[in-house]
């Protein structure tokens, strides 16, 4: 589980506005493939690296995943 200090160290301190599956991941504490299926069944919106597979989650697309299913860790975040 992943707590509000965890978001802000791993995303709001570093000023990333986008984040990788990667990213995504860790702070949901799930795995990468996970967050791949998110994406590509339109729960978490985003978008991919022209010319590439790689996938991108604006952080703030990422709290409102995270509010709207219940993750922890987003409390007080972006509003």
């Known amino acids: 589980m992943v707590w509000k200090w965890d978001f802000e160290r791993k995303v709001m301190s570093k000023g990333k506005k986008v984040l990788t599956t ?3 991941a860790e702070v ?3 795995a990468s493939r996970t967050v791949g299926k998110w994406f590509d069944g339109g729960l978490l919106k985003g978008y991919r690296i022209p010319g590439s597979l ?3 989650i604006p952080a703030a697309e990422l709290v409102r995943f995270m509010k ?6 987003y409390e007080g ?3």
């Open 22 to 24: 990667g990213e995504v």
């Open 28 to 30: 949901c504490n799930v």
């Open 54 to 56: 790689d996938r991108r």
């Open 68 to 73: 709207e299913y219940g993750i922890p860790g």
């Open 77 to 79: 975040l972006m509003d």
